[in-house]
């Protein structure tokens, strides 16, 4: 892949910036494909490939949520954790303003806004992890150690099996 050309997006500026040594992995983006189409077009396993969700307080604080592809993030154990009464998702429109990126394209790296960012516990026990790199189509491999490092994410415990 060192020939080949991959976007320099926020996300890649940051990694750059603080010395992060990553893999760039493009693919054939699928709309609503989620991580699945990641693991089937990279070969890598769903599990290792980190879903960056953007999500809302009852109080529409907004937070990153890093989950792994093949698990679901239990809302009410969020909440629960954040003391507050509910967490939803964000809308698509708002996401995106908060972040700068296409929904399907969100990196927890280099956000146009700074938000919160809480990593499923687990991941962090993972040998390599495999992030969205700010588009559509586009993952960057890392070292868990790396993320923890340039995130400072709060660690949680809030993963469910997939439906």
């Known amino acids: 892949m060192a ?33 699945a189409v990641c693991a089937r077009e990279l070969g890598f396993p769903e599990h290792a490939i980190i879903k960056t969700l953007v999500m809302e307080d009852d109080r529409e604080n ?38 700068g990126y296409l929904v399907g394209g969100t990196s927890p790296f280099g956000t146009k806004r700074d938000l919160p960012v809480y990593l499923e516990e687990s991941i962090f026990a993972l040998p390599q992890i495999y992030l969205n790199g700010g588009k559509r189509g586009f ?14 994410p709060v660690f949680v415990h809030v993963a469910t099996q997939a439906d």
Request: with cysteine; glycine share 6%.
């Open 139 to 152: 993952l960057v491999g890392i070292s868990p150690n790396d993320a923890v490092r340039v995130l400072k």
């Open 62 to 99: 907004p937070l990153i949520i890093l989950m792994h592809g093949d698990q679901q993030v239990s809302t009410r154990e969020l909440a629960r954790f954040l003391g507050v009464k509910s967490v939803v998702p964000c809308s698509a429109d708002k996401a995106s303003r908060l972040t």
């Open 3 to 35: 020939k080949d050309k991959f976007p320099v997006t926020p996300a890649i500026r940051v990694l750059r910036a603080e010395k992060v040594e990553f893999t760039p992995h493009l693919y054939a983006y699928e709309d609503k494909g989620g991580t």
